[in-house]
């Protein structure tokens, strides 16, 4: 009889994994939302709503042999997960792939998926009507979106405002410096190393003043505040043995284990694994999860498997600005717009995830 593996959240981790295990395992995928949200295409979404359909994908034809199941876990133990109507999902192995949560129009909030495609709709049009446009927050989100904006719509006066120093700053300084300078030639103005103090709504866009940390106060027609994302862990909170790392995730043993459960597995934006939230990080982490899950069923004793290996903090990102420009650093060295256009800014991978919700 195979073996039972419940995987808690369906993003970029919880998908892939579910499929690649299909046809290893009895799989459920428990995920909340209809839709798996494709977060890169909802950036661009922002000014060009058409792609909105695109980057919504629906769940129902990801696995063939499993399943998915539209609900939301209120409860974990070692046999498995307890749902919020009651039910039980009993499992040889659990995976917690619940993500991160970030502002609208990016994610939805809770699992509101029509919620956000009004949303989308909504902040396309303040921003069509606006004139002058702050993002508070500049990493990957909020400089993607900048550049989008410029892009698509160069008439707009665009702020992009950090308390940071520079852009990247845990990257190579080409990096920063490369987008910085091509933020600045398209006509976006950077403030960098202040503070926004005034912020009306952390999870949505708005008009109003900006009070910066120098005492300098501004109106803007639209506000975006793109503060990063926070691990949504509330699921592993109270298991025993959890401890939290920064940005609400949850740290794990070599094994990415986050409690003394020994066959509860989290991954993703939710564990500090020592990867950065992002598409990428979670790209290293399946492949070990996968060999390391298949070594279990096989009977294989965990100590004897190899511990994950983060990328550590200078981990491959590609940052386009727009589909045209945008610069990426790539390991060994960094790539300009020819390399970053063709790797993601085109496309935003919007092809590889219908490929892999079976949708093409």
């Given at each position: ?279 990428v990080a979670a790209s290293r ?61 085109e496309d935003l991978f919007v ?10």
């Amino acid at each position: 009889m195979s073996q039972r593996i419940a995987i808690v959240g369906g993003g970029y981790l919880g998908a892939k994994l579910a499929k690649s295990l299909d046809d290893l395992a009895d799989v459920t995928l428990i995920e909340p939302r209809s839709h798996f949200v494709h977060a890169p295409a909802m950036i661009r979404a922002v000014v060009d709503p058409t792609l909105t359909d695109r980057a919504l994908i629906p769940y129902d034809r990801l696995l063939k042999k499993g399943r998915v199941l539209r609900a939301r876990a209120s409860g974990i133990d070692a046999g498995g997960v307890t749902l919020d109507d009651g039910q039980r999902v009993e499992a040889d192995y659990i995976v917690v792939a619940t993500g991160s949560s970030n502002a609208m129009p990016f994610k939805p909030v809770g699992d509101d998926v029509e919620g956000l495609r009004q949303a989308n709709q909504r902040i396309h049009d303040q921003l069509k009507a606006a004139r002058s446009i702050a993002i508070v927050g500049a990493g990957a989100v909020g400089t993607e979106l900048a550049g989008e904006i410029v892009h698509a719509m160069p008439d707009k006066k665009i702020t992009l405002i950090s308390d940071l120093d520079r852009l990247f700053p845990t990257m190579p300084d080409k990096l920063g410096n490369a987008l910085a300078g091509k933020l600045r030639d398209a006509g976006v103005t950077l403030v960098l190393g202040k503070r926004a103090e005034s912020l009306q709504s952390l999870t949505e866009p708005y008009a109003g003043r900006l009070k910066l940390s120098d005492g300098s106060e501004q109106d803007f027609d639209l506000i975006f505040p793109v503060l990063g994302s926070r691990a949504s862990s509330e699921l592993i909170d109270g298991l025993p043995g959890t401890q939290k790392g920064t940005a609400n995730r949850v740290k794990v043993d070599p094994w990415m284990r986050p409690s003394s459960l020994p066959n509860l597995f989290a991954a993703g934006d939710v564990a500090d694994a020592g990867d950065g939230m992002t598409i990428v990080a979670a790209s290293r982490q399946l492949p070990w999860l996968l060999s390391t899950l298949k070594g279990l069923m096989a009977g294989k004793p965990l100590a004897k498997m190899k511990p994950y290996k983060p990328w550590g903090p200078k981990a491959p990102i590609l940052v386009p600005l727009g589909p045209k420009r945008g610069n990426s650093f790539l390991g060994l060295f960094t790539a300009g717009d020819l390399l970053t256009r063709k790797m993601k800014g085109e496309d935003l991978f919007v092809e590889r995830y219908h490929k892999l919700l079976n949708r093409v």
